[in-house]
């Protein structure tokens, strides 16, 4: 079983700056990407930013619409992976949800986690 826990969403004014946390844990083998999304009312979930497990580093990528104001990093060794949210815009009000893709104990293959949601507000 994974469980995936996030933390850091809130209120906050226009040009602010907020992080938020995603700690996965459970009998993870390895992490092939891991990320955020976000979900505005009434409108689909889409990606921000994910990072992608590569030979020797990581690939981070990111959505046109954060590029230059948002950074994800992953620490390898908590499972955890941080999205800085800077320059925060009232368009980036939405429900971010951590998502992650992991190869488990006793399950072949990958399998796809996300986390329960925590909400941002950015206000103008």
């Known amino acids: 079983q994974v469980q995936l826990v996030e933390s850091g969403g809130g209120l906050v004014q226009a040009g602010g700056s907020l992080r938020l946390s995603c700690a996965a844990s459970g009998n993870i083998v390895i992490f092939n990407s891991m990320g955020w999304y976000r979900q505005a009312p009434g409108q689909q979930r889409v990606l921000v930013a994910d990072?992608?497990?590569?030979?020797?580093?990581?690939?981070?990528n990111y959505a046109d619409s954060v590029k230059g104001r948002f950074t994800i990093s992953r620490d390898n060794a908590k499972d955890t992976v941080y999205l800085q949210m800077n320059s925060l815009k009232p368009k980036d009000t939405a429900d971010y949800y951590c998502n992650a893709v992991l190869s488990v104990v006793g399950a072949f293959g990958t399998h796809e986690y996300w986390g329960q949601g925590t909400q941002v507000t950015v206000a103008s």
């Open positions: 990072i992608t497990r590569g030979g020797t580093t990581n690939y981070a």
